[in-house]
């Protein structure tokens, strides 16, 4: 059903206080109800206790609580889990909670679909639809927690922004839920433990680079040749690589913050040294990272997993250069929740 009530979850903590004054009451009820939604993450107002019942029903004639829904948990033998989440206008996004011995990893979505066209990526045969909003993204975290401490009684420790979408595309609204992921009246994270994963969007990585951010950067290349890259990610016409490099340098000088690569290698596209070579040259300047992504085939004949004698070109080029490498294999294949297979198939 569709309500002309505001959701109660896009007002800050100060827009909730002034409510609260604005209807002859304390200004701290704002507070408790702050805590209710965020910390707490309540999904009724019923569920308010320590409210009287006048107030919570006053709340319940203003506001609506738009909350996500797991409609579809899905486990792999390998134990990674994908959820089917559905928002309150019915589209579905997905994300994925990967346990490792020590860790555990949430995969979270930032749009309904995706900005971009790279040619590899089922999300992007989706377009993009909408971006979420703060409170849809922040809900995937809180799902993937709770299932963590259900399944493998921990917490979740790490998150990366590697679901559907672009993050760098819905940026307010993925650093609005940043926030609410590291405040203490939020989930109480350690940014250092949030990755944001872009297809390289040069003037939001300088934008976030002023902005000072204290998560991580991961930056998908997959080549550092401008004709192949901008062949498999068409966006690379517009978006440059020397113009991502300037964003990327100027991102180190701000942060010194290392940053990731992921990089997959695919037979006849990037296989070859001069390709190594040339991934070496783009990263250099600063510390940084290289993940050799397995590709998950998405049915697309024109993309092939490269052979390991290919992946070792680039593990024997990269070590050579001091540049760290690791070779990732993929999680949770079978139940299609692997990097670029997210496409709310089911
Ligand atoms: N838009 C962001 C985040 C989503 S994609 C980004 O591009 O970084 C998450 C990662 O999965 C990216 O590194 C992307 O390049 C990779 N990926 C996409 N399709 C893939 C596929 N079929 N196999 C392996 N990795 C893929």
Redesign the pocket.
Known sequence: MKSDKKDIRALTKEQLRDFFVSQGDKSFRGNQVYEWLWQKSAYSFEAMTNLSKETRKMLEDNFVINHIKVDLMQRSNDGTIKNAVRLHDDLVVESVLIPTKTRTTA?VS?QVG?S?D?K?????RLKRMRNLNPDEIYDQVVAIDNESKLYFGRRLSNI?????????MNYNNVLKAIDKITSDEGLGMSPKRITV????VPKMIRKMADDEVKFKL???L?SAIDEVRTSIMPFNAKFTLADLRSSLVYWYEKTKSRITY???VWKGINDTQEAANALVDFCRFAPSKVNL??????DDGD?KQAPDSAIQIYVNTLERNGITVTVRR?RGKDIDA????LANKQ
């Open positions: 995969c930032s995706c971009l790279c590899f990526c089922a999300t992007a990366v922004f590697m679901g559907m979408g672009e993050p760098l994963s872009t297809s390289g991961a930056v998908s997959h992921e990089y997959v992504i397995e590709y998950n085939p998405i993309f993929s692997a990097c670029g297979q």
